[in-house]
């Protein structure tokens, strides 16, 4: 009986409680941003959310299952359109957690809304390369070689075909102007690229000589459905990047640091557990976590100098 | 039963929280202690203590948001508006959406060498030329709640309205589904693969062995290279019983596929697939019976040149097997199947089994690959490299298929047939197709000699959101 009463009495509390701070925000619910401590949000840049929910969801809700301790109840996935809809999510603290590649978690870092805590095995991958490829039969031996050519990238977004190649370019003291087609003649004293969507595309552009010469990653080089064998055996690879890590996890700035460890400690044993196999599997085929250590952390900061003031809205 | 608290401090502090308000808004944290006080002396279940909980996370009041080590803030998400001729939306939490999609085929075929087609002695009807609207179909998908999906077709082409898949879901399983609703049963490649994506313009002849869609429950799960497939149907999309000539029919099976290799461009399917079926009283007969037939693999040809009629009377039930296998290496592939329907009847009739197969060949100039889907076992859509206009050609498609079926067996003369068709499609885009295909027809002549083996030029204009 009396646990009873004390038990209508606390739900008649929360209730009021509840009620009472509603009211005092003068605004219904889901008009007004509204606190929440209870709920981890991962996030993700999607074209596509229904496709990223599924994929994400079992994933912040095992995190969640596990934060008890810490008054998270449960976890939630928001996708934002691009990575200026990101920065501005995290910054507002809509999102909590985000797993994205390289490009986008040194655009987050850049902007100060998150940080990136640990490195993600994303399809049983660690790490992967930039490669540069020309004809067999070309005369490019060398990066310095590219100037006044053209060179054939995959999108904005794209880390490894698009962010990493203009780096490279930069440190080698060449200056990247893009080019509205592949045909278009770049300035003579410069590296003119062009954007081709897709890696089999990049692959074509070289070999049908529209492009002098390209540049994405190694999985997509040593994949046949990307670069297929017929086109590889004409293709010569005359630059290799030193390695980036393949996806990074990522969560706000402003993120309690007991949410953000016991986070980074669920991560870290999830390979481990038998528990989160199907979990990790839906998570982008994850094989597991690992620390970012001090050389990684370097290299992800060297790359803050990389983008423009104007960078920042790219879809991966 | 757990012993109550006698402690009258969460009274006291639920009291003091209500007479202060200052207190509650201003620590959501005091105020979780306090209910995880509550929940650990016994005061509330844990049901209570996640739904205050859940409540105070709903309703909690805004908070500067960029203070450090600030909690997060909710408020309603995007939507996300998209269109590939149809019109879909989602939010950008993933948890809601819906997308209007629709089909229309249109087909027409030139028939030469046609013959009125007998059917134990008498002339049931005769091959002609004719165009149709193969499909017009309108449809909606769509899931809430994250977890929850549906769909619902309707197709209105012909004298009929004719509901295709019109099913509730569950996927919040780890990597499955669960349906009711009308559903395909899960048995054969070419079934399971949409319409919208075959090589041909209609399933070759052992199509008329699958045991097609039905009302029912099924269950679909995966892993990266497979699939698996189960249900529990019964007899056709109404009540089956509206002559109140007995139970309808009911049948169970499964399907199982697995791809030793699953690329983009290169794939190996293989799959597996068995299917129980008892049949109810035949509201005309009142004892069960069961149909087989086929057309010429031409629908606009509407003749069913293979038929065994209404021979197979007091049915107990049919045992249906499935084998596939199909092959991408680039731009070729190979697909293949062998079905057969073995088929029990009372009255001391001896068993039966009817069995055919197809083979086919399918090769894109353009340089695309079939579109592969190794979870669910099945082909996708097509996407040319480079869609039609300005200078791009779509993507052109030639296919080969030879498929054979035999509904004789005992004292069934179901017909026997092989056809040859050769294919060819264009895709100008991922929503539009035209195809042609030239069928010919080899049946085997009947038992009074009649032999029917037209050849049939058929074309198809196909768009679909």
């Known amino acids: 009986m009396m646990r009873g009463l004390l038990t209508g009495l606390c739900l008649a509390a929360g209730a009021l409680l509840c009620g009472g701070a509603a009211a005092a925000t003068g605004a219904p619910a889901g008009t007004e941003p509204a606190v929440r401590t209870h709920t981890l949000v991962i996030g993700k840049v999607s074209s596509n959310p229904r496709k990223h929910y599924l994929r994400l969801k079992p994933m912040v809700d095992y995190v969640a299952e596990r934060m008890g301790a810490l008054g998270i109840t449960r976890g939630e996935v928001l996708m934002a359109r691009d990575n200026a809809q990101m920065i501005q ?7 909590d957690w985000v797993t994205e590649t390289l490009y986008s ?21 660690a790490e992967y390369r930039t490669l540069f490829f020309t004809r067999m039969d070309g005369d490019i031996r060398t990066l310095a070689d590219l100037r006044g050519r053209r060179l054939g990238l995959e999108d904005p977004g794209s880390t490894t075909a698009f962010f990493e190649p203009l780096m490279i370019l930069r440190d080698e003291g060449l200056e990247a102007v893009p080019l509205s087609g592949p045909r278009v003649a770049p300035p003579p004293d410069k590296v003119g690229y062009a954007l081709a969507g897709g890696e089999i595309n990049l692959a074509t552009w070289v070999y049908k000589g529209l492009v002098d010469a390209a540049a994405y990653n190694d999985l997509d080089w040593n994949n046949p459905d990307h670069t297929p064998e017929a086109l590889r055996r004409e293709l010569r690879v005359f630059h290799v990047s030193e390695p980036l890590p393949r996806a990074i996890e990522l969560v706000r700035s402003s993120l309690d640091p007991r949410v953000r460890t016991r986070l980074i400690e669920l991560l870290l044993a999830a390979a481990e557990d038998p528990e989160a196999r199907s979990v990790l599997w839906s998570y982008q085929r994850t094989s597991r976590f690992e620390r970012i250590d001090g050389e990684m952390r370097g290299a992800i900061r060297a790359y803050h100098g990389v983008l423009g003031d104007d960078d920042g809205g790219g879809d991966p | 039963m757990k012993r109550l608290s006698p402690s009258p401090w969460p009274g006291l502090a639920l009291l003091a929280a209500l007479l202060f308000p200052g207190i509650a808004t201003a620590g959501n944290q005091q105020m979780l202690q306090l209910l995880s006080i509550l929940r650990d002396n016994g005061t509330l279940t844990e049901e209570q203590y996640q739904q205050l909980v859940l409540a105070m996370d709903e309703e909690e009041p805004a908070a500067a948001p960029s203070a450090p080590s600030s909690p997060g803030i909710t408020t309603a998400p995007d939507i996300q508006l998209t269109t590939e001729g149809g019109v879909g939306v989602q939010t950008m939490d993933g948890r809601f959406g819906m997308r209007l999609k629709g089909r229309v085929m249109t087909d027409a075929a030139l028939v030469q060498d046609a013959v009125p087609n007998v059917k134990k002695g008498e002339v049931k009807d005769q091959l002609g030329s004719a165009a149709e609207l193969r499909s017009v179909r309108l449809g909606l998908e769509g899931w809430f709640y994250g977890d929850w999906e549906y769909q619902l077709e309707v197709d209105f082409a012909g004298d ?3 509901v295709g898949d019109a099913w509730l879901g569950y996927s919040g399983f780890d990597r499955s589904r669960i349906r009711v609703g009308a559903i395909k049963e899960p048995f054969g490649l070419e079934e399971q693969t949409s319409a919208l994506n075959t090589t041909f313009m209609e399933p070759a002849l052992p199509g008329a062995l699958v045991p097609g869609r039905n009302v029912g429950i099924a269950y679909d799960t995966h892993g990266e290279r497979w699939s698996l497939g189960l249900g529990l149907f019964g007899e056709g999309l109404d009540d089956g019983d509206d002559n109140d000539v007995g139970d309808e029919g009911w049948g169970g099976g499964f399907r199982a596929t697995y791809a030793p ?9 293989l799959g597996l697939a068995a299917n129980y079926r008892t ?5 005309d007969y009142e004892d069960s019976r069961l149909r087989l037939r086929s057309r010429p693999e031409s629908h606009v040809a509407d003749t069913w040149l293979l038929d065994t009629d209404d021979d197979l009377v007091a049915v107990d039930a049919a045992t249906r097997l499935g084998l596939e296998a199909a092959a991408v290496l680039g731009s070729f592939s190979l697909q293949g199947e062998y079905l057969q329907a073995g088929v029990t ?7 039966l089994l009817f069995d055919g197969y197809y083979v086919y060949a399918s090769w894109f100039l353009t340089g695309e690959s079939r579109n592969y889907d190794a979870r669910h076992g099945e082909f996708d859509r097509i996407r040319p490299l480079r869609n039609f206009g300005r200078g791009g050609p779509g993507a052109w498609e030639f296919g080969l298929r030879y498929s054979a079926l035999d509904l004789e067996d005992e004292d069934i003369e179901g017909g026997v047939a092989r056809n040859f068709t050769l294919g060819v499609n264009w895709y100008l885009n991922p929503q539009l197709r035209l195809m042609a295909n030239y069928i010919w027809v080899d049946t085997e002549p009947d038992v009074f000699g009649n032999d029917n083996d037209p050849r049939i030029l058929q074309l198809r204009a196909q768009y679909d959101f």
């Open chain 1, 89 to 95: 999510y995290l910054r507002e603290g809509r999102v």
């Open chain 2, 345 to 351: 009847r009372g009255d001391g009739q001896p068993d």
């Open chain 1, 105 to 125: 978690a040194v655009l987050y870092e850049r902007a100060g809304v998150a940080e990136s805590i640990l490195r993600k095995w994303k399809k049983g991958v």
């Open chain 2, 160 to 162: 009929d309205t004719n």
């Open chain 2, 279 to 283: 049949y109810g009283a035949n509201p």
């Open chain 2, 261 to 269: 290799i699953a690329g983009a461009r290169r794939a190996l399917h």
